[in-house]
């Protein structure tokens, strides 16, 4: 089986995060925020995006964390500690400790990911999957053989304007049929903020955290 759709649930689910720890975390947001509601809303963004991992069918969940797991962390994942090493090498170890089957990986940054945005990850005869971000990231990436995909990952520069553009065409340059999953935007400024949380579900955590962190309009650009 080389789809999600066909292994049903029995792909492995990863999240990669960091602890929501002040001065940590989302330090771009900061300012207009102070780094502990800069915490406040990447706490509130982890904490949905892993309720929505837990409404999406899988063999496996797993948090690839930077820290410590807190309340904030519902029953239902493993926790796996990050290794070391820049963004590329602890992505490209999270794959390589997956075992067979398929593995699809998303960040703590999309707090409007919906269940429905990864129905379409089933497509058959897919080898890989990529979920373009706006900044010109990515905030999925998945591999049918994920143990393979590691090497695919590890050498991409991250946090650039041209990292999806550089993962994406490794995937197409090793043969691998790519589906590919809908542009979002990240939350790494006030802005980004502003405007991913309308994308967002009704009575989303993200959204009431910054709801109650309301800043006067001139503040977020």
Not at 53 to 70: E, Y
Not at 103 to 115: E, R
Not at 124 to 135: E, I, N, R, S, T
Request: net charge negative; glycine share 10%.
């Amino acid at each position: 089986m080389n789809s999600l759709s066909r292994a049903g649930g029995s792909a492995t689910l990863l999240v990669i995060a960091k602890e929501p720890v002040p001065g940590r975390v989302k330090t771009r947001l900061t300012p207009p925020y102070s780094p502990e509601e800069a915490a406040v809303l990447a706490e509130a963004a982890l904490t949905d995006t892993l309720h929505t991992i837990l409404q999406v069918p899988a063999r496996r969940r797993v948090l690839v964390l930077d820290g410590a797991p807190g309340h904030w962390l519902p029953p239902g994942f493993e926790v796996v500690p990050q290794t070391d090493g820049g963004l590329d090498e602890r992505l490209a170890a999270a794959f390589e400790q997956c075992d067979s089957g398929p593995a699809l990986l998303v960040g703590m940054d999309t707090p409007q990911l919906s269940p429905d945005l990864l129905a379409g990850v089933g497509r058959d005869g897919h080898d890989a999957w990529f979920g373009p971000a706006a900044d010109g990231g990515f905030w999925a990436l998945g591999f049918a053989d994920p143990v393979r995909g590691g090497a695919l990952v590890r050498g991409v520069p991250m946090s650039t304007e041209r990292t999806g553009a550089v993962q994406r065409r490794r995937l197409v340059a090793a043969g691998l049929t790519v589906g590919d999953l809908p542009t979002l935007r990240d939350v790494d400024t006030a802005a980004d903020a502003a405007s991913v949380v309308t994308s967002c579900a009704p009575g989303s955590r993200f959204a009431a955290a910054l709801a109650s962190l309301a800043l006067p309009a001139e503040t977020v650009r």
